[in-house]
């Protein structure tokens, strides 16, 4: 549900802490995450409040709520919300283009993008980058081969249509374009020559 008011700043009462250049802040002992971007250099401040057990932080300018977190008895600890590490300035349709692009244009490819974010929609972007990052150890005909194999079984999954891609390879005889891959998990996902 999208927030609508007028954002003020939390209680006085509220202690201000300074967000560290990594987008954290610490608290007795205890380092505890803000959202990617949130730090705009070493006077960034964000108030904290404990509740029930948990660190509420909000914004130091207009009170907004930035993180919830369950407060660690440990000491030393991380405590972060995994949506903290992504810049959710960027939009997914932005990056899905960008992806697309560094790719080789074919239809096969358009299509499984556009099945695999239909079936695996939670974890779209984390397949992108997984792609993104392994993409370049492969010819362009064997990423094409990998994403129609891969659409053919219905596999929608970054990390298995690039282990599919390294059998292809490695099946071909061909070298690594970019070396440090390991060999596939999953070879039977692959037809027979």
Excluded at 32 to 58: A, C, D, F, N, W
Excluded at 142 to 159: H, I, P, Q, R, S
Excluded at 172 to 178: D, F, T, V, W, Y
Aim: hydrophobic share 30%; net charge positive.
């Amino acid at each position: 549900m999208p927030y609508k008011g007028v954002p003020t700043v939390p209680c006085e009462t509220l202690l201000p802490h300074h967000v560290r250049k990594d987008n954290v802040i610490t608290y007795r002992g205890n380092y505890y995450s803000v959202p990617t971007g949130t730090y705009h250099g070493h006077q960034t401040l964000v108030y904290i409040e404990e509740k029930e057990g948990r660190l509420y932080i909000y914004s130091h300018e207009t009170g907004k709520t930035l993180a919830v977190h369950k407060i660690s008895g440990d000491k030393g600890r991380l405590v972060s919300n995994t949506s903290h590490r992504r810049d959710r300035e960027a939009s997914l349709d932005d990056y899905e283009a960008f992806v697309r692009k560094e790719l080789p244009a074919s239809t096969v490819i358009d299509t499984y993008l556009s099945q695999l974010r239909v079936h695996k929609a939670r974890n779209y972007r984390d397949s992108l980058q997984f792609i993104v990052r392994r993409h370049a150890a492969y010819s362009d005909i064997t990423l094409t081969e990998a994403f129609d194999e891969c659409l053919k079984a219905g596999v929608f999954n970054g990390c298995s249509l690039m282990e599919v891609a390294e059998t292809l390879r490695i099946r071909k005889g061909a070298p690594p374009l970019r070396s440090g891959r390991k060999p596939s998990r999953f070879p039977g996902l692959i037809h027979p020559p």
